[in-house]
């Protein structure tokens, strides 16, 4: 089997939850990890882009992952969380933003033979903010390409404004 690399080669990942599945992304990516807060708005941001919050006096924009991932709305809970990361981006400087996610799991490494690349279905997908496929004990952990995800040229996909989570959902 082809196995996918790791940019640090540490193989650490901050685990997640979202609507019921286990994503990752490397840990190193990862600066703070913030209960749910007031997310301002910000006027005529595409629909996955729920505003800015502010982490020690710094502006971070916060995008809503299930929006992103074209999954279906769902409020916060006491579980949900804003994961704030740093992802290295080629042609600028390092982007700084939140995500909202159902919940954190673990820093963790993946078992076995690590992550490897995402599947083929068959037929053409949008798997391109999927880096690869790993193992946690019996479950399968999608590990997210947060460059690919977060970037200028990461595809936006299209959503209906009206299904955006309402923000009094999202302030704890």
């Known amino acids: 089997m082809t196995q996918i690399a790791m940019p640090d080669g540490s193989g650490q990942f901050v685990t997640l939850g979202l609507d019921g599945e286990t994503l990752a992304v490397p840990v190193e990516t990862v600066l703070e990890i913030l209960d749910m807060r007031r997310i301002a708005r910000l006027p005529d941001a595409p629909a996955h882009v729920l505003g800015l919050i502010d982490v020690r006096g710094r502006n ?54 690590g992550v490897e690349p995402p599947p083929d279905i068959g037929a053409q997908w949008r798997s391109d903010h999927i880096r690869g496929v790993g193992r946690r004990g019996k479950e399968f952990v999608i590990v997210l390409d947060v460059q690919r995800l977060c970037g200028d040229r990461a595809p936006v996909p299209v959503a209906d404004p009206s299904a955006a989570t309402p923000l009094d959902q999202l302030t704890a």
């Open 60 to 113: 971070v924009s916060v995008m809503d992952l299930r929006a992103r991932l074209g999954l279906p709305v769902a409020p916060t809970s006491e579980h949900s969380r804003i994961l704030v990361l740093e992802v290295p981006l080629a042609d600028r400087s390092p982007l700084v933003l939140g995500l909202v996610v159902d919940r954190v799991f673990e820093v963790t490494s993946l078992d076995g033979a």
